[in-house]
């Protein structure tokens, strides 16, 4: 089972806009599930362990991580065709999803409704440098 359903999708997109897009075909809105939660698994990995969030189903899952997971959903099933769809809405409200992922992943929002990982070490450093200089004289 997937952490969204078609029935999710349907919060945001019209049953009727749904079925012209897919042509009832399951697999387009999967896929689009499916790029979502990829998607936002990238942000929120390794601070929260996401994979158990997206693991939750029904009513064990967090609202604004499904409303924003949906979203993000939606915009990729409407560029695959996009009948009667107001795609200014709906890239106006993937950036938003996006912005809040971004959010999230530099601390500037910490959601109570996800998990945080306990698995990594909160005392690693990421050291880099530029690269290396030639000069010639």
Not at 29 to 45: C, N, S, T
Request: aromatic share 8%; glycine share 2%; charged share 25%.
């Amino acid at each position: 089972m997937s952490f969204l359903s078609n029935t999710d999708l349907l919060k945001a997109i019209y049953t009727e806009q749904l079925d012209a897009i897919t042509r009832e075909d399951d697999t387009f809105p999967q896929f689009a599930i499916d790029a979502a939660v990829a998607e936002m698994k990238g942000y929120l990995i390794p601070k929260y362990d996401a994979t158990a969030d997206f693991a939750k189903t029904a009513a064990e899952r967090d609202s604004l991580l499904v409303t924003l997971c949906t979203d993000i959903a939606v915009y990729h099933l409407i560029n695959l065709s996009n009948p009667g769809v107001d795609y200014e809405s709906k890239k106006a409200r993937y950036d938003r999803a996006i912005r809040w992922c971004e959010q999230v992943q530099s601390g500037k929002i910490n959601p109570p409704g996800l998990t945080l990982n306990t698995d990594t070490d909160d005392n690693e450093v990421l050291m880099s440098s530029n690269t290396k200089r030639t000069n010639h004289y």
